[in-house]
């Protein structure tokens, strides 16, 4: 990552941290990388069809087939930046939009997946300052 890709991340972290009411039980939270929104305001979320986890291939073969969600705003940051070697993106999408919605039982408390994808019109992502549909630019 170069320096100036250092200073951003960091940046969007600091906000992060201290997002406070923009946090909502109602949704679910999601970490990707912002590479990959354009796909995503296209098409939706998609069950992983391929593992994006190369440092790891236990959580690599576990995501097959799935979208992982977390509960918390911190745990989907955690896993943006694990996953991502590039710039992260935070997205959330409403609990109730998702049906099939299970507690993953190889993760802790808050981990949740899908194995049904999210429409492009239920995304919501973090621009740093507020919460932006996805579908709407």
């Avoid at 994006?52 to 940051?77: E, M, Q, T, Y």
């Amino acid at each position: 990552m170069h320096t100036s890709d250092l200073r951003r991340w960091k940046t969007l972290v600091e906000r992060w941290e201290t997002l406070g009411e923009a946090v909502d039980d109602a949704y679910l939270y999601h970490g990707t990388a912002q590479a990959r929104l354009p796909n995503i305001k296209r098409i939706g979320l998609e069950p992983a069809k391929k593992s994006r986890w190369s440092r790891d291939p236990f959580i690599g073969n576990h995501s097959l087939g799935k979208i992982h969600f977390a509960d918390s705003f911190d745990s989907a940051v955690f896993y943006a930046r694990e996953a991502s070697r590039t710039r992260p993106a935070i997205l959330r999408v409403p609990r109730q939009a998702i049906t099939d919605l299970q507690p993953d039982p190889k993760e802790e408390a808050g981990a949740y997946y899908t194995e049904r994808p999210v429409s492009p019109e239920q995304i919501e992502v973090w621009t740093g300052k507020a919460w932006r549909r996805l579908s709407s630019g």
